[in-house]
């Protein structure tokens, strides 16, 4: 059977389908120019109202030339806007990229940052023999700026709402009375179940650390006395009892043979009839 044109092209250049190693490709390359924007500061500098590339070149002290074809790349990835010679700030950058909105997800972008120049070394880490149950130690200060990130990547993801709305269309949560939270970290979840469910009371229970943070964040709802916060390793440490609900956000990620036993412990801490959800993002 005589080849076609396509099937011999395929003989000379393979075409498989390289939509996933565009998508990483392409990506890399604006994730580096959303990082190279936010050390050079022009999400703070470029205001709403607007610059010129040449008056932001003086403010940062570049080549106007050079600027002007880094903005533009911003412009078309939608970080900025352009108008005429002017840029300014999109609404989602003036929102979120600006180290100064209280919706800023500043910190939760250098962490990622820090996470990938971590992965440009990552060969020698890889060869290092790891013994078996082993894992990286974990201050208890470092938590906090870890919870406060974790934050802002559920509020700005939008994660929260879906998992609450699904939550609250249950009859049984109606009726709840009693929850807990494990690992509850910045206790938004609950906050928002408390906030639909007026009369439910609610244990928060994470690190003694974490917890610092927590009341922090839920300090300035209307239902402060409503909370217990209650500090422990939930792999160890008594839950409590007579719960309606249990739930948990991406906390579980031990061996199974940590895990079952949890989960039983769990299934104790419940009243009959009760209820544990758990969400995870993976």
């Known amino acids: 059977m005589p080849m076609t044109g396509l099937s011999m ?65 911003l412009v078309s990835l939608g970080y900025l806007e352009k108008e005429g010679e002017s840029y300014r700030l999109s609404p989602s950058s003036s929102l979120y990229l600006r180290r100064d909105s209280k919706h800023s997800v500043y910190g939760l972008l250098r962490s990622r940052f820090a996470r990938l120049q971590r992965l440009h070394n990552i060969v020698p880490i890889l060869r290092e023999p790891l013994s078996p149950g082993s894992k990286e ?55 928002a179940l408390c906030l639909l469910n007026k009369t439910m009371q609610a244990v928060l229970f994470d690190r003694p650390g974490v917890l610092q943070l927590t009341r922090r964040y839920l300090e300035s709802f209307p239902f402060e006395d409503r909370l217990e916060y209650r500090g422990g390793d939930f792999y160890t440490d008594p839950l409590g009892e007579n719960y309606d609900l249990a739930f948990a956000s991406n906390v579980f990620y031990r061996s199974s043979g940590k895990v079952a036993p949890l989960l039983l412990k769990i299934h104790r801490a419940l009243k009959p009839g009760g209820c544990y959800i758990y969400s995870t993002a993976i």
């Open 137 to 191: 130690p974990r201050d208890e200060e470092d938590l906090l700026p870890f919870t406060g990130l974790m934050a802002q990547s559920a509020v700005s993801s939008g994660a929260i709402g879906p998992v609450v709305r699904k939550i609250a269309r249950d009859p049984a949560f109606r009726d709840a009375r009693k929850m807990i939270d494990l690992g509850c970290s910045h206790g938004l979840y609950t906050a």
């Open 9 to 73: 092209l395929a003989e000379i250049v393979p075409l498989p389908n390289l939509r996933p190693l565009g998508e990483n490709i392409f990506g890399c390359e604006a994730l580096l120019l959303l990082k190279t924007a936010l050390e050079s500061g022009i999400f703070d500098v470029l205001g709403e109202s607007g610059r010129s590339s040449g008056a932001l070149a003086t403010v940062l002290g570049d080549d106007s030339r050079r600027r002007t074809a880094f903005l533009d790349a």
